[in-house]
Every structure is written in C-alpha cells, then in structure tokens.
C-alpha cells in the first residue's frame, strides 16, 4: 500500500443489489465529499473466467476458449487496475483529468485512459510499484487484446502455450496487486465475499502454472546446449527463442512460434526490450541494426541470453549468435567493429581508420 491510502475515507457501504454489483459507477458517500468505489467484484470476475478457459491445458483449450482467455484477462487487468486509480482519485481514470466530469463517470460515457497512462499513473500518481517485467507483460496483453478484437485469432492469441505463459505472468502480478493494493481498501464484509473469487483464481493460476512447468521440463535439456543462442520469447516469455541459421528462423522451442530472423528481431525489439524499431532512443541508438558481419538488419541492441542473462549484448538473429567486439560509432551511432582506438565507423567523415 502506498502512503497515499492512508487517507482514505472509510468507506460505509449501502446494501448491494446485484445490478449495483456490475454498476461501474457505484456510489459510496464518505464525509465532506462523495467517492465512486469501483467495481472489484467485476474483475475478479473475468480473472475466474480466464481459469475457467485455460483449464484444460495447452493439448485441449479450444480457439474459442484461448480466445476469451485473452479478452477476460485483459478486461479484468483492466478494471482492477482502474479500480486503484479510482480510489486515489476518480478524475484519473479519465483520457485527460482535468476535463474530468463526474456526470461522466456516472453514465460510463468517459473517454478514459489507455493502458499505458494507466499503468504510468499507477506508478507515478499513486505510488504502486509495478516491475519493468509486470508493465511490459500488462502492456502486451492489452495490444494483443486489441489485436484479437480487430483480426480474431492471430500471432500469439491463437497459441495456446503463449497465452498460458502470458496468462500465469499477469495473474500472478494481478494476485498480489488485489491482496496488497486493493482488498485491504475494501470494507470487511466486502473483502469477506471476495474470498471464493480469489481461491478460485489463486488455483486457476497453479493449475495454469502446472502446465507451464511441465513443458519446460519437457525441453529443458533440449535447450541446455543452446543457451548462449537461447532468448526470450517475444510471444511467451519463455527462454526458449532459438535463432536456428540452418533454417534462417528464429523459432520458440515453448510455444513454438518462429519467423525469418529480421521479423524475429524486430517482434524481440517491441515485446522484450519495449523499444519501436524505427525510433532511436535518446543517445541516437536503434534497437535493431544492420549487422556487420552478414549485413542482414537483425542485430538486436541490448539483447540478453540465457547464459548471461545479467548481460547486454549485440546479437544478430540471422549469424544466430552474440556479436562480439563491436561497439556504437560516436558519430553515427551504428554498431561497428573498431580497430585499435577507433570511435567512428569508416563511413562518418574524420574516421580514423582513413589511414588503412
Ligand atoms: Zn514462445
Ligand atoms: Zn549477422
Ligand atoms: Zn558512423
């Protein structure tokens, strides 16, 4: 809990019907002003349900079942974590706060924030601590939701073994996120009668877990001898990205998802490092570069590999190996080999490799 919390009012519950259970928008009076206890019961809800969909393991789980695995996740990591906004003050779950109107909120016609502000504002605004790791797994699930809502069934909403692995992550993020952030915030007897919802999601979580494990055990020594070309997945999550040269893919030995080498860098750039592929960071560098051995643009910046994984490296998805020995030209920023004191590459002016 954050210091912040603190300050909240007791909250004194009306009686509930159940129409008020699903009501967004629910009412509770405090002294002095009026605060809208948003809906956990709702999203507690969708995560029993993604238990429910993923029940029978990676070998069974329908498309339909894998499909609204991803919707009811999403959904519910959505309402719960608005509900944390809310209760640090209900103007932040609007696009923009300071247009907020409370008629709005009322009547669910609010433009509200996306993903992404969600997830800064949580962090910024009210102090809850979310890992690097929790807000890139939250992120990808809600543009994967979107993606399935657009295109149907695509990419990793349609593997049932990268869905399990993203769905563990985040319930297991969203387990701790209620029992730390938001059950205590809740009323005694509001908290009482969530308990048969998070046993049920607590056990849908070490079922799905289960299945997890026992495919990683499964390919575990398979993988042992490669894991100085072994990545995470952009798709599970998993440490079992392989970059296979004699195939020119990059495929998962988990989930079993695989593409050219310059696709594979590219989905590693946006769904491991966080990065845009196109866009440079702030000192100039891309995430995905032309490589300088084969000149395939599938060398991957700041890459880590299950040997080293403490490590950034440059690794090309296409010569299936960390590149050593190369570094950024301070001129261009493009990754180059340098020779003895070497600072820019030999196509920036002023190299000193014009002597060679
Ligand atoms: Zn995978
Ligand atoms: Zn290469
Ligand atoms: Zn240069």
Known sequence: MSAADDDLPDLDWEPRSDDQLYNPARKVEHPGSEVFFPPVPNGLDYLVSVGEHLELGDERVSARDLKYAVLHLAAGAEVLLKARLQLEHWTLVFKDPGQAKRSELEAGTLKSCGPEETVQRLKDIAGVPISDK??????????????????????????????????????????????????????????????????????????????????????????????????????????????EPDKDRVSCWFCGSSQPPHDGATMYAMFVLGRDPGTPDLFGIMAVESCPD????????????????????FFCFSCARAVPGLAHCTRCFVPFRPREGETTCRNCPGSVAASD
Request: proline share 5%; hydrophobic share 40%.
């Open 294 to 313: 084969c000149n395939e643009e599938s060398l991957v910046v700041g890459a880590r590999t299950a040997d080293a994984p403490d490590e950034q490296v």
């Open 134 to 243: 929790d807000t890139s797994a939250l992120l990808k699930l809600a543009k994967h939701r979107n993606a399935l809502q657009h295109y149907g069934l695509i990419g990793p909403a349609a593997n049932a073994r990268a869905v399990e692995s993203q769905a563990a992550e985040v319930l297991d993020f969203l387990i701790r996120f209620l029992d730390e952030e938001l059950l205590p915030a809740l009323p005694a007897p509001e908290a009482e009668n969530t308990r048969a919802d998070m046993e049920q999601i607590r056990g849908g979580l070490s079922r799905i877990e289960g299945f997890v494990k026992k495919r990683m055990q499964r390919i575990r020594a398979d993988l042992e001898p490669l894991r100085d070309r072994t990545l995470r997945c952009p798709d599970c999550d998993q440490w079992a990205l392989i970059a």
